[in-house]
């Protein structure tokens, strides 16, 4: 039974990279035709396979409807937040989740850090959206056209003399980012407050939330901050494994990391 589970779960892959015969679908699968004829129409009698007037078998309607259904009852902060509480256990410093809304980027997860010094920073609350690091890697994700849109209708504050100053100066930021794939704010939002964040990314490979790590200035310094990256960037991509149903490998956040960005040790 097992054996025959797995060969009509293989006609799956086979039929995404587009509709297949009868004799492809038997030859793929190294079986006799009556053996892929018994497994299409088990999947086409479930809807997960439909048979075209060619007589090719393509997906079926069935599967893209229990996908959207699964991805709409996904909850990615109850996937993020033990690998949240793991990422503060090796680093110490305040994490944060936080997804897109509109026009708004809003925390939906926290995890304190461990001193006395609190992050003034709330779950359901809207970050600086030009200046926050999760911000820019959410906006850096979004095609060109809509990403450039976007950041020509925001206001830019000038929370501080970092603070990033104008359209144009954001949409360099954000192609920086989208190509580096993680993202600084440092001291743009407050003079004494560092951040570094990386992307969770979904299934197709767009960013459905962001992770990052703060910490005050007079706790750790800019640089030392950013050697995180490596470690923030593992525990975002081990949270998109498990939100995509993807194996989630070893990209845990187990300890504090001992290289920077470009892999160069401290």
């Keep these: 039974m097992s054996r025959s589970v797995d060969r009509a779960l293989s006609i799956l892959p086979l039929l995404a990279r587009g509709p297949a015969g009868l004799e492809q679908v038997a030859r793929e699968l190294d079986v006799h035709k009556s053996t892929a004829l018994r497994l299409l129409r088990t999947l086409h009698g479930h809807g997960l396979v439909y048979r075209q007037p060619d007589q090719r078998y393509r997906l079926g309607a069935r599967l893209f409807a229990l996908a959207q259904e699964a991805v709409e009852n996904l909850d990615v902060r109850a996937v993020a937040h033990p690998r949240l509480v793991e990422l503060n256990a090796a680093c110490g410093h305040t994490v944060h989740l ?143 494994a498990e939100y995509s149903g993807r194996d989630p490998g070893t990209g845990t956040a187990t300890r504090t990391d001992t290289t920077s960005p470009t892999g160069e040790q401290r």
Excluded: F
């Excluded at 980012?177 to 560092?194: K, S």
């Excluded at 960013?207 to 910490?215: D, R």
């Design 98 to 240: 936080a997804v897109r809304q509109e026009d708004e980027v809003v925390y939906i997860d926290k995890v304190d850090s461990r001193y006395p010094v609190r992050m003034y920073s709330r779950v359901g609350r809207p970050v600086a959206i030009t200046v926050a690091a999760v911000a820019k890697v959410l906006l850096a994700d979004l095609p060109e056209p809509e990403r450039r849109a976007l950041a020509e209708r925001l206001d830019y504050p000038r929370h501080t003399a970092r603070s990033t100053k104008d359209a144009a100066a954001y949409l360099a930021e954000l192609a920086r980012v989208r190509e580096q794939g993680w993202a600084t704010d440092l001291g743009g939002h407050e003079e004494t407050v560092n951040c570094v964040a990386a992307p969770v990314r979904g299934a197709d490979g767009r960013a459905v939330a962001a992770l990052s790590v703060s910490a005050p200035g007079a706790v750790v310094g800019a640089e030392e901050l950013i050697r995180l990256v490596p470690l923030v960037r593992r525990t975002a991509e081990a949270v998109g």
